[in-house]
């Protein structure tokens, strides 16, 4: 049987999907600033919290670190969720508005979280004039609101990895976040073996990632084409990049399967 992508591979790869962002992100801001300031920012901040979750995961894997790979690999399924979620809802609004949902509603819920946890704090200590400055804020992305409005649209999305198949491995995973009992079971079997983990968790992933960034370029290419009424090369060249790049990862792991 093949072997599946090396690290070292998928990082030439990741480095290849940035020098295509690269070669488009003047570009790309500039049209963002003008049209889509906040949902523009918002895929961008998110295909760098994917890359640096990303590469965690690839040094992980490296030093064998199980119980600590599949921290970080919940963590990356939930970014990766958020991101599919705010590029659907991009593609179909053609506005700013799900970047307003996550930077201004999202700071303002956070906000009144944080409060919420000072005021419990304050009556464990006895305190009971306690002023409220956050209230009737809500969290536009949440995660089962996100799972059934990506459900709804796994049509429009054409994923080489169905969200739904990413839910219960998620929820499996939460063990390891919360300090479960089902973790230190499997942490305990993972010591007697090389866990498969170590190979899988790469690879769907990274899957996950590249398609991403040809996501983003798409989602670029599309608004422009509605805006400008016209086709801009820069963001249409490097789509057929990562789109070039996605498919030859993917064919070269389903080779492996």
């Given amino acids: 049987m093949p072997e599946s992508c090396t690290i070292d591979e998928f990082r030439e790869y990741q480095q290849q999907l940035w020098d295509a962002y690269k070669i488009a992100e003047e570009e790309l801001l500039a049209f963002s600033k ?47 969720l958020k991101f599919l979620y705010s590029f659907l809802r991009l593609l179909e ?15 303002l819920y956070e906000c009144q979280a944080l409060e919420r946890s000072q005021i419990n704090a304050q009556k464990l200590a006895g305190e009971t004039e306690i002023e409220r400055k956050f209230s009737g804020q809500q969290d536009k992305f949440k995660l089962r609101d996100i799972i059934k409005y990506i459900n709804d649209k796994i049509p429009a999305c054409n994923s080489k990895i169905p969200p739904l198949i990413l839910i219960p491995m998620y929820s499996r995973l939460s ?16 010591s007697a073996t090389t866990p498969k983990e170590f190979t899988e968790i790469p690879d769907i992933s990274f899957l996950m990632f590249s398609s991403s960034f040809l996501k983003t370029f798409v989602a670029f290419d599309n608004l422009h084409r509605h805006f400008k009424g016209k086709v801009n090369n820069i963001f249409a060249e490097q789509s057929q990049k990562s789109s070039n790049i996605y498919y030859e990862i993917q064919s070269k792991l389903n080779s492996t399967s």
């Fill in 34 to 80: 003008e049209h889509i300031p906040l949902s523009g920012f918002l895929l961008v901040a998110m295909l760098r919290k994917l890359s640096a979750i990303q590469l965690a995961i690839f040094d992980l894997c490296e030093s064998e670190n199980y119980y600590s790979l599949n921290i970080i690999y919940r963590s990356f399924i939930e970014h990766y």
């Fill in 93 to 107: 609004e053609k506005n700013d508005d799900v970047g307003k949902d996550y930077y201004v509603h999202g700071m």
């Fill in 175 to 190: 063990s390891f976040v919360h300090c479960g009992h089902g973790a230190d079971v499997d942490d305990l079997l993972s």
